[in-house]
C-alpha cells in the first residue's frame, strides 16, 4: 500500500469516528430521527444548506441547536418574524468617530449571518424581500453591502426550519431560495416507543451535557475527502437521467407530463452527486451504491419537482414522482445494484 493510499485511509477513518462521536452526542438529547440526523450530518459533509419542515414540537430546532454545540464552531440562531430587515441579518453601517483624527466615519457593524452554523428559524415567516437577504451568502458564501463584499467564514452553513401547518402570517419561499438548499428535509412524527422515551427524557430534572467533538477544520476536511469519493459512470448517468426525466418538455415518462409543471435544473444532479457521495462516506464506505443515489434523491428533488393543479387536486406528491422515476430509469438503464 501507497504512503499517499495509506494516509487517505487513516483520514477517512479518523472523519467517520468523528462523525460516530457526533451522532452519539446528538443522540442523548434527540430520541429516534436516526435518519433526519444523517441527512443533517450529509448536508454539512457536502458543504450545503438545509431545510428543515415538520409541525411544531418535532425538535427541529433543538436538533439544529443540539448539532451546534457539538461541533466547535460559531453558532447564531435568527428568529424569523414578519418586521424583520435585511440589515437585522446582514448588518448595518454605523457612524463612529475615530478618536485619533475626531473624524467621523462609516463602519460596517456585522450581522449574526456573520456566524458558521445559523439557525434561520421558522424561515418562512418573514417577507421575500428579507428572504432573498440570504441568497448571495447561501450560493456565494459572500455579503456585499453598500458596494463592497464581505466574505463569510467557511465552513458556513445555514439550516432553517419552518412549518407546513401554520399558513397565517407566512411567506412561501421563492423557488430560486429553494434551489439553494441542498436538501429538503421532512420530519415526522416519532414511533410510539420514541415518544415514550421523550416523556421520560424530558420532564425529569437529569439534563444531558453536550460535549465538543469535532472542529470546524475538520468539517472542512472532510469536505475535500466528499469530493474524492468515487462513483461510477452508470451512477452518474442514472443521475443524469433522473434529473432529466424530472422535466416534462425533456421526457417521455407518462406521470411526469402529467403531473409536473416544471422539473429539476442541473443544480439538483451536482446536489445528488455530492450528498450520495456525502452518505457513502458517513456510512464508512469511499464509493457511491445505487442504494446512495435511492436515498438521496427525495431530499435533493422534494423542492425541486413543482407539481401541477391536477396533481395537487389529486394529492399526487413530488415524492411520488421520485419513486416512480427511480423505479423507471434503474429498469431503462438495467443499472446493477
Not at 38 to 51: E, P, S
Not at 97 to 115: S, V, Y
Not at 139 to 159: C, D
Not at 190 to 197: D, V
Request: proline fraction near 4%; avoid cysteine.
Amino acid at each position: 500500500m501507497s504512503t499517499e493510499s495509506s494516509s487517505v485511509e487513516k483520514s477517512v477513518q479518523q472523519i467517520i469516528s468523528d462523525l460516530n462521536n457526533l451522532k452519539l452526542e446528538m443522540k442523548k438529547v434527540i430520541v429516534g430521527q436516526e435518519e433526519i440526523i444523517d441527512q443533517l450530518l450529509v448536508t454539512f459533509l457536502a458543504g450545503g444548506h438545509a431545510l428543515l419542515e415538520g409541525v411544531p414540537g418535532l425538535a427541529k430546532t433543538l436538533m439544529i441547536r443540539t448539532l451546534s454545540e457539538a461541533i466547535e464552531l460559531k453558532f447564531k440562531r435568527i428568529q424569523f418574524t414578519p418586521d424583520l430587515m435585511p440589515t437585522d441579518i446582514i448588518g448595518t453601517e454605523i457612524l463612529e468617530e475615530d478618536h485619533t483624527t475626531g473624524k467621523r466615519i462609516f463602519q460596517f457593524n456585522k450581522g449574526p449571518l456573520f456566524a458558521n452554523i445559523i439557525l434561520a428559524d421558522e424561515i418562512n415567516r418573514t417577507s421575500p424581500k428579507t428572504q432573498s437577504a440570504l441568497l448571495e451568502a447561501m450560493q456565494e458564501f459572500e455579503v456585499t453591502y453598500a458596494g463592497v463584499t464581505y466574505p463569510l467564514e467557511r465552513p458556513f452553513f445555514i439550516l432553517a426550519t419552518q412549518n407546513p401547518i401554520e399558513q397565517a402570517g407566512t411567506f412561501p419561499l421563492p423557488e430560486a431560495q429553494l434551489d439553494r438548499f441542498l436538501l429538503y428535509i421532512k420530519i415526522g412524527y416519532p414511533t410510539s416507543q420514541e415518544e415514550r422515551a421523550i416523556l421520560e427524557s424530558t420532564t425529569g430534572k437529569k439534563k444531558e451535557k453536550i460535549n465538543r467533538v469535532i472542529e470546524g477544520s475538520k468539517i472542512l476536511e472532510a469536505q475535500k475527502l466528499v469530493r474524492e469519493v468515487h462513483i461510477s459512470s452508470d451512477l452518474i448517468g442514472m443521475v443524469s437521467e433522473m434529473v432529466r426525466g424530472t422535466r416534462p418538455d425533456q421526457t417521455e415518462v407518462k406521470f411526469v407530463k402529467e403531473w409536473v409543471r416544471w422539473g429539476a435544473g442541473p443544480r439538483a444532479g451536482q446536489a445528488m452527486i455530492l450528498t450520495a457521495k456525502a452518505r457513502a462516506l458517513l456510512k464508512g464506505r469511499f464509493a457511491v451504491t445505487q442504494e446512495d443515489i435511492k436515498h438521496v434523491a427525495y431530499p435533493v428533488l422534494r423542492h425541486r419537482i413543482l407539481m401541477n393543479f391536477k396533481a395537487e387536486a389529486e394529492g399526487v406528491t413530488s415524492d411520488e414522482v421520485t419513486k416512480n422515476l427511480i423505479e423507471h430509469v434503474v429498469a431503462a438503464l438495467r443499472i446493477a445494484p
